[in-house]
């Protein structure tokens, strides 16, 4: 078999675990076994072990006593944990990068959200949602200037989404979550940092709410 260079082929192996796990192809609670997946992904094992790794540290899996590695379960208590803490970074993410965006990066952002309102439009797979979502928040708090509030809102985010159930599913759910990102980004484009954390909190407190409701 031949493999790249170890540099490359380490985030390559991360990328494809972490989107088996955010997916659900490798299901909450799911056993996350180095020699099944280096089979499975055509690697060598020493990737596979270090991804599963890095996806612990991301908190997508844990470790469980004499039985190894599994995809962590988010269930209906942790999410709201996960939820609550989020509101607030993400309010302050979006309050740093509303002084900080460039032109360009409210394009890009614009562009973003062109394509997720297309993507709700065509009701394609909800996977591809997830994947989209994430890209909007993650191009927001790296536009932060804030390495630890990055790091800290990547593993929430993560986790958040590792939360089954109907939650981001629902077509209406799916709407609303859109209409609170044009919001965020009206006031992203507006500049003012206080409207940017306020839309910014009130998106995930939606989704507390949305929660709740069901
Ligand atoms: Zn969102």
């Known amino acids: 078999m031949t493999e790249p260079d170890g540099e490359l082929l380490g985030p390559t192996v991360h990328r494809q675990l972490r989107h088996l796990v955010l997916s659900g192809e490798l299901a909450p609670g799911a056993p996350l076994s180095v020699l099944a997946l280096s089979a499975r992904l055509g690697v060598s094992r020493s990737p596979v072990r270090e991804a599963v790794q890095q996806l ?8 469980v006593p004499h039985a190894g590695a599994r995809v962590a379960v988010v269930d209906d208590a942790r999410i709201r944990e996960v939820l609550a803490v989020r509101a607030v970074l993400d309010g302050l993410a979006a309050a740093c990068a509303a002084t900080r965006l460039t ?70 759910n799916r709407s609303t979550a859109l209409r609170e990102h044009r919001r965020i980004l009206d006031a992203l484009e507006s500049g003012h940092p206080g409207d940017a954390r306020a839309a910014a909190e009130a998106h995930v407190c939606g989704l507390i709410t949305r929660l709740d409701r069901r």
């Open 103 to 172: 032109e360009s990066d409210l394009g890009k952002l614009t562009a973003l959200l062109t394509t997720q309102e297309r993507h709700l439009r065509d009701n394609s797979d909800p996977a591809r949602d997830t994947e989209l979502d994430l890209e909007f928040h993650t191009f927001i708090r790296d536009r932060a200037g804030n390495a630890t509030l990055a790091a800290e809102l990547a593993r929430l985010e993560a986790q958040a989404h590792l939360y089954r159930g109907d939650l981001w599913a629902h077509p209406r």
């Open 56 to 63: 612990i540290s991301e908190g997508l899996a844990v470790t």
